[in-house]
């Protein structure tokens, strides 16, 4: 089961099976010197950001926080902040538990790590309900206000996970396959580091961590390896010679070429019409 169907599992099961509980929640402008160091929490979290500007780091990958931003955290996931002091944060935290409807325990924490974000096209809609769940739960406590509370917020993750899963159609790793294919459909290409992460959208070391964890190699690897590829095509359909086909693939020193050659494929290029 994938890490969003195991939180659509969760989520579905509440109301027949499990109610919410809100631990803490707040409106907050956060002070300057705001960090939050890597923590991984027995609860769940879920964020809103109303503007401002800063960072989680969220199971790894880096988050940049602006309007709109949605984070949910929870099981084995973890998470930590920092804020851009130019630009101050503010942030709509709530932190909640799943609890059993019949022995009105907290169900424990997934081991696995469970968490999604995405940057919400109606901020406006999505900050009103935040907004509408803290202010509920600032009232005085009783069954019916708990209730409210639990159905709210059940609305809210539910909403957020739709949102986040058609966000996922443009999320970087759909984004990195198109560059993948263009390296692969485009040896003779050098685009360096900086331009192939600004196909993808993202920064350049996110792009070569992200590129590596999917791929199992480095994008500037794959651009070799592709390059040798396309080099053992040539001498085995063409009647180029070596210093030729080095010379098409821009090495200007033919050593060069032979022995990078030899690293991927295995052998020298003249073994190859040996």
């Not at 890490?3 to 659509?8: A, Q, R, S, V």
């Not at 003779?188 to 199992?216: M, P, V």
């Not at 690897?221 to 063409?238: G, I, K, P, T, W």
């Amino acid at each position: 089961m994938s890490k969003m169907d195991k939180i659509k599992d969760l989520f579905g099961k509440v109301t027949n099976k499990y109610h919410l509980k809100i631990h803490s929640g707040c409106n907050v402008k956060v002070p300057p010197l705001w960090q939050i160091e890597k923590r991984y929490i027995q609860d769940y979290h879920l964020l809103f950001v109303r503007g401002g500007n800063g960072y989680y780091n969220l199971d790894g990958h880096e988050v940049k926080l602006k309007r709109g931003q949605v984070v949910f955290v929870g099981g084995g996931a973890y998470y930590e902040g920092k804020q851009d002091f130019s630009s101050p944060l503010m942030i709509t935290p709530i932190r909640f538990g799943f609890y059993d409807n019949d022995n009105k325990e907290q169900l424990k924490a997934f081991s696995d790590s469970l968490c999604y974000t995405y940057k919400s096209i109606n901020p406006d809609e999505l900050e009103f309900l935040f907004l509408e769940i803290i202010r509920i739960y600032n009232l005085r406590e009783d069954s019916f206000v708990n209730s409210n509370i639990s159905s709210l917020l059940h609305t809210l993750l539910c909403r957020t996970l739709y949102e986040a899963e058609k966000a996922a159609c443009h999320k970087p790793e759909n984004a990195l396959d198109k560059v993948h294919k263009w390296i692969r459909t485009h040896p003779l290409e050098r685009d360096d580091i900086n331009n192939l992460a600004k196909q993808a959208g993202i920064s350049r070391k996110y792009f070569t961590t992200l590129f590596k964890r999917q791929y199992g190699i480095s994008p500037k690897s794959y651009q070799v390896s592709q390059r040798m590829n396309y080099a053992r095509y040539l001498l085995q359909e063409s009647d180029m010679s070596i210093k030729e086909i080095a010379t098409q693939l821009s090495y200007t020193d033919q050593y060069i070429f032979s022995k990078q050659f030899k690293s991927i494929i295995g052998h020298a290029p003249s073994k190859v019409r040996d």
